[in-house]
């Protein structure tokens, strides 16, 4: 079995530590998809790497770390920002049990980060409060420029559906 880190900017490998997308390669991967060319043909290269779609960097010593799903990539002024990195900053702070991070449209930017945002029972904290945190810990174009507080999250069987709050902030908007 073979592990690279895809560069997605420049489709070189990564360096050890840098970000990118996990590729996978070895006998145990699958051929192709069942009756499906074209998601096989986006899923696995001529070279026969599996483009995972999961975003991912390894250490000098081949440790693989995870850091979230290129689908959950923000486009913010041409930089690709990591939805995962803005809600592990959230995360961090203690009045915050659980973030979620969107992109809405920006004229400026393209997209900008907009957060929804679960309090940890019984601690208030505000929206302000929670961007100057950010703003001391990560950069400042992946500061979320909108936070709504949340206490119910709109779910399918098993996970969050993020592109309903993305909806329903740009309604709210008016964007």
């Not at 070189?12 to 074209?38: F, W």
């Not at 290269?45 to 081949?62: F, K, N, V």
């Not at 069987?157 to 592109?163: C, D, G, N, Y």
Request: proline fraction near 5%; charged fraction near 25%; include cysteine.
């Amino acid at each position: 079995m073979e592990v690279r880190i895809l560069d997605t900017q420049t489709g070189q490998d990564a360096a050890p530590g840098g970000h990118g997308e996990v590729l996978v390669r070895g006998y145990s991967i699958l051929e192709g998809y069942y009756k499906d060319p074209v998601n096989t043909g986006q899923a696995l290269d001529r070279d026969g790497w599996y483009h995972t779609g999961d975003i991912g960097s390894l250490d000098e010593a081949g440790t693989l770390m995870f850091h979230g799903r290129l689908k959950d990539m923000l486009k913010v002024g041409g930089e690709n920002v990591a939805a995962a990195e803005i809600e592990g900053c959230l995360q961090r702070h203690p009045a915050v049990k659980l973030a979620q991070v969107v992109g809405i449209p920006d004229a400026r930017l393209m997209e900008v980060p907009a957060a929804f945002i679960e309090r940890q029972p019984g601690i208030e904290v505000t929206a302000q409060e929670l961007m100057d945190f950010c703003r001391r810990e990560i950069a400042g174009f992946k500061v979320p420029r909108q936070i709504r507080f949340i206490a119910e999250w709109p779910m399918s069987a098993s996970k969050i559906q993020k592109f309903r709050l993305r909806d329903q902030l740009v309604r709210e908007l008016g964007i």
